[in-house]
């Protein structure tokens, strides 16, 4: 048997552990990360290892060589440009195409029996078998579910958190069979998990899931990586540890010497050829790399420190990770998480704070207080992207540092010369944020138009209108007070899509944006007429005479937002509308700040409505995206009840058989009963609003509506009036023009013809940690339950058409929704605590 090695990755999230070298030459316990794989293999038998390289492959021939030092005989494969983790395989086909062999990752540590693994293997007749571990946070890795032989199912590759239906992570290790080669091609790029495992779950081959018990990390982050460390010293694998072993799992390497009076505290690792003076203390959890120096009195604490380190007197490191000949000063302090390059020195007297990280070759000055990354992100950040943009505590997480390389980050993504258009709501933090951002955005060559402060549905159509490669809008959170709310669009105006969110992301942490010389710096120059684009396009969107018969009297509540206020009122004087308006001048002190204060805004919108005899009354959010409506008897419309009789009033007010509504997968089945009287049919799709966009934005869907259940509608229109995204005033508009196709009938009506719906909804909060293991939990007895089971977001379970229960894991926060239907509202509350209930006690 063979084995296969990856080892062409970059470790980017391991930088700057990885700026002078590959990620499988990183050290765990004084050995390269790849040498611990090629051992273990070795003991397990496996003596002829190809070994994949790319990124930096030179470095790793250069320290391995044959392999003889190791007994085993090392092949290396170079690829030239990338071919992906299975077209890299490919390209070393002449040398595996005559025996089963295995795959193993150069840059994850573990201690899998083989041996165990290939007898799976081999027993069930797989063609492939991928190796699987339960992990906390399946996110990172690619989630398998299989039957209980160990048959795949279903496998997706780095789900995000509401598609999570399984802990069981792929591991990137493989058994396979030579005949995998038949499905690519030389020279082209495959991925395992995106590619070719498919393509095999797709034409039924045999591919089996093996559940390994062994140990098993993905050095992912710079985190993870001490983790493993940690794991390793406290015996949680069976790999071997450098130096001769001593009681408490303290080990020491030849040639080391340790003054009388240092105190040792294990686990701990101690290179061969270092020193610890008189005082000094060791450990727990340290790690002291060969030929590492440590003077007198000096505290050493879950570090870890690499080859030739000194540490003079009266240091203190705690929790962080010094790389090759780094030079640290007397009574220096280096905190937690905090990761110093190869060769810096930092003079005596400094601190360098938590998780700051110092790329190669720094000076740090005598007594200097370092809070600050130099050359490396401010931050380290499991997810830059949550929700619907980036979040944060206004000026303590989102500051205008941060924004401007949030800016830079971004025009990196689209390339310099892009334009961008860029708003921002009323709040003076938002201000200062939204320039930040611009200065960024500059700096790499990206020119703006600016709206200044404006309503989202304007930004976006200023986006298309302009044909600019995206768009930025800072405001204030609508949900979370104290919350600055940095949102980004495409060329079309919708959110960036996941993939494109992951690529700033990378950008931003490796800050790898491409700064631009003085006379390329971007421009920024007031967008021309936004609100003139805007009301041409609205208007064609809009059946006006219709409405300009009926002489409508309406009630605006506009929430404070002072840009709705300049978008409203010349589009409502064209259509011959009476209207009373409240709120209308800019007050960010007074912006509702969440679902309650919005609740008190409808309150006294529908006593307004009742007292003028209006027709109708509307609250359009400050976004300008999302409304709430009350009818002519002070009736307040919102939710499902508010989605539900936009529904009815579209399907009775467009061609039979040609309505075609989306809605999120939690809306209520009512909603599938109202289209079906005309004739029409409902789309449904994730709970995120991105993807009602872009089922909007598809031509070929044909939607004529699509809203949620926070008051969000979209009509698309037809090709000449395009308009793929939310927007509040429209919406309105539409609905006085459904009104009035029906000769002024009351919006009261079109709600008493809605069918009973009875909805509840429950939050829980569940960690991070066991949110994999809750949801693989949950999906499995639902298999083993009656009912339907939907995994189109998160776990639906469907009992009947109007009985049903979706559990949701929150995208943003340690937090899981559950959403039920029941033919009553006990029977809905009922679900919804059976859910909550069984969660409660998993994460108990």
């Given at each position: 048997m063979k084995a296969v090695v990856m080892a062409g990755g970059e470790g980017t999230r391991l930088r700057p552990l990885t700026s002078n070298r590959p990620k499988p030459l990183v050290p765990i316990l004084n050995k390269p990360i790849a040498q611990h794989i090629f051992e273990h293999l070795k003991r397990a038998g496996i003596n002829d290892i190809v070994v994949t390289l790319y990124y930096l492959g030179e470095e790793i021939q250069r320290y391995f060589g044959d392999g003889s030092d190791m007994d085993v005989n090392l092949i290396y494969s170079v690829e030239e440009t990338p071919l992906g983790t299975a077209g890299s395989v490919k390209q070393a086909e002449e040398h595996l195409n005559d025996s089963t062999f295995v795959i193993v990752s150069g840059d994850a540590l573990?201690?899998?029996?083989?041996?165990?693994?290939?007898?799976?293997?081999?027993?069930?007749?797989?063609?492939?078998?991928?190796?699987?571990?339960p992990v906390p946070n399946p996110v990172e890795f690619g989630v398998v579910m299989t039957e209980p032989d160990g048959r795949i199912i279903r496998f997706l590759e780095k789900p995000d958190k509401a598609q999570v239906f399984s802990d069981s992570a792929n591991t990137g290790m493989y058994i396979l069979e030579p005949s995998v080669f038949e499905l690519m091609e030389h020279g082209k790029n495959y991925d395992w998990s995106q590619d070719i495992f498919p393509r095999m779950l797709e034409e039924g081959r045999p591919l089996f899931g093996y559940n390994m018990e062994e140990y098993w990390c993905d050095v992912g982050s710079l985190e993870q990586y001490r983790q493993a460390q940690y794991e390793m010293l406290d015996g949680q694998t069976a790999l071997p540890i450098p130096g001769a072993s001593h009681p408490n799992r303290v080990f020491i390497g030849g040639g080391t010497e340790i003054h009388h009076t240092a105190k040792i505290i294990g686990p701990v690792a101690i290179g061969a050829d270092c020193r610890v003076g008189p005082g000094a203390v060791i450990g727990p959890d340290a790690v002291l790399g060969d030929g590492a120096i440590i003077e007198?009195?000096?505290?050493?604490?879950?570090?870890?420190?690499?080859?030739?380190?000194?540490?003079?007197?009266?240091?203190?490191?705690?929790?962080?990770?010094?790389?090759?000949?780094?030079?640290?000063?007397?009574?220096?302090?280096?905190?937690?998480?905090?990761?110093?390059?190869?060769?810096?020195?930092?003079?005596?007297?400094?601190?360098?704070?938590?998780?700051?990280?110092?790329?190669?070759?720094?000076?740090?000055?005598?007594?200097?207080?370092?809070?600050?990354?130099?050359?490396?992100?401010?931050?380290?950040?499991?997810?830059?992207?949550?929700?619907?943009?980036?979040?944060?505590?206004?000026?303590?997480?989102?500051?205008?540092?941060?924004?401007?390389?949030?800016?830079?980050?971004?025009?990196?993504?689209?390339?310099?010369?892009?334009?961008?258009?860029?708003?921002?709501?009323?709040?003076?933090?938002?201000?200062?944020?939204?320039?930040?951002?611009?200065?960024?955005?500059?700096?790499?060559?990206?020119?703006?138009?600016d709206v200044e402060e404006m309503a989202l549905p304007v930004l976006r159509n200023t986006v298309r209108s302009n044909r600019a490669k995206g768009g930025v809008h800072v405001r204030q959170d609508p949900d979370h007070a104290g919350r600055t709310l940095v949102e980004f669009f495409d060329e079309r105006g919708i959110y960036l899509t996941k993939n494109n969110e992951r690529k700033v992301e990378t950008i931003f942490f490796r800050e790898d944006y491409g700064r631009v010389l003085m006379d390329e710096v971007g421009t920024i120059n007031p967008a021309t007429r936004p609100l003139e684009q805007y009301t041409q396009?609205?208007?064609?969107?809009?059946?006006?005479?219709?409405?300009?018969?009926?002489?409508?009297?309406?009630?605006?509540?506009?929430?404070?937002?002072?840009?709705?206020?300049?978008?409203?009122?010349?589009?409502?004087?064209?259509?011959?509308?009476?209207?009373?308006?409240?709120?209308?001048?800019?007050?960010?002190?007074?912006?509702?700040?969440?679902?309650?204060?919005?609740?008190?805004?409808?309150?006294?919108?529908?006593?307004?409505?009742?007292?003028?005899?209006?027709?109708?009354?509307?609250?359009?959010h400050s976004d300008g995206e999302r409304l709430e409506?009350?009818?002519?008897?002070?009736?307040?419309?919102?939710?499902?009840r508010l989605l539900a009789t936009m529904a009815s009033m579209v399907a009775q007010t467009t061609r039979a058989g040609e309505c075609k509504i989306a809605v999120p997968i939690n809306a209520p089945s009512a909603l599938e009963r109202i289209l079906s009287r005309s004739g029409g049919t409902v789309v449904r799709t994730k709970?995120?609003?991105?993807?009602?966009?872009?089922?909007?934005?598809?031509?070929?869907?044909?939607?004529?509506?699509?809203?949620?259940?926070?008051?969000?509608?979209?009509?698309?229109?037809t090709e000449e009036a395009f308009h793929p995204t939310f927007d509040g005033l429209l919406a309105f508009v539409?609905?006085?023009?459904?009104?009035?196709?029906?000769?002024?009938?009351?919006?009261?009506s079109f709600v008493a013809e809605l069918p009973a719906m009875h909805l509840a909804s429950q939050t829980l909060p569940c960690p991070q940690s066991d949110n994999g293991r809750v949801m693989r939990i949950l999906t499995e007895e639902a298999q083993n339950a009656s009912g339907e089971l939907e995994l189109l977001d998160g776990i639906r379970v469907v009992e009947a058409p109007n009985a049903w229960s979706l559990v949701l894991p929150d995208p943003a926060e340690p937090l899981i929704h559950i959403h039920s239907e029941g033919i009553s509202?006990?029977?809905?509350?009922?679900?919804?605590?059976?859910?909550s209930d069984r969660i409660a006690e998993l994460v108990s």
């Open positions: 573990t201690d899998l029996d083989i041996e165990k693994a290939l007898a799976f293997h081999r027993a069930r007749g797989a063609e492939a078998t991928l190796v699987l571990k007198a009195n000096a505290k050493i604490e879950k570090a870890i420190l690499w080859r030739s380190a000194y540490v003079g007197t009266g240091a203190q490191l705690t929790a962080c990770t010094i790389c090759n000949h780094v030079h640290i000063g007397d009574g220096v302090k280096i905190e937690e998480s905090a990761v110093v390059g190869d060769k810096c020195s930092i003079e005596a007297g400094a601190t360098i704070r938590a998780r700051v990280k110092l790329w190669p070759d720094k000076l740090i000055e005598e007594r200097s207080v370092v809070t600050e990354s130099l050359v490396w992100g401010a931050k380290a950040y499991s997810n830059l992207f949550r929700g619907l943009g980036v979040p944060g505590i206004t000026n303590i997480e989102l500051t205008p540092d941060f924004a401007a390389k949030l800016g830079a980050s971004f025009g990196g993504f689209l390339k310099k010369g892009a334009t961008v258009v860029v708003s921002r709501d009323g709040h003076p933090a938002s201000r200062m944020l939204k320039r930040a951002l611009m200065a960024g955005l500059s700096s790499v060559g990206v020119s703006m138009l396009l609205f208007l064609k969107q809009i059946a006006a005479k219709d409405i300009e018969r009926q002489e409508f009297t309406v009630v605006i509540d506009y929430a404070y937002g002072s840009s709705l206020a300049r978008v409203l009122p010349p589009i409502l004087g064209q259509l011959g509308c009476k209207v009373f308006v409240l709120n209308p001048y800019p007050d960010w002190k007074r912006f509702p700040k969440n679902a309650k204060d919005r609740e008190a805004l409808v309150g006294a919108l529908s006593q307004v409505v009742h007292q003028q005899k209006a027709d109708l009354g509307v609250m359009i409506l009350v009818d002519e008897k002070g009736n307040a419309l919102n939710r499902a709970t995120d609003p991105r993807f009602l966009m872009n089922v909007a934005s598809a031509s070929a869907e044909k939607i004529v509506m699509a809203g949620d259940l926070a008051g969000g509608f979209i009509f698309p229109g539409k609905t006085l023009e459904m009104m009035a196709l029906h000769q002024h009938r009351p919006l009261s509202a006990a029977d809905a509350n009922a679900r919804t605590q059976r859910y």
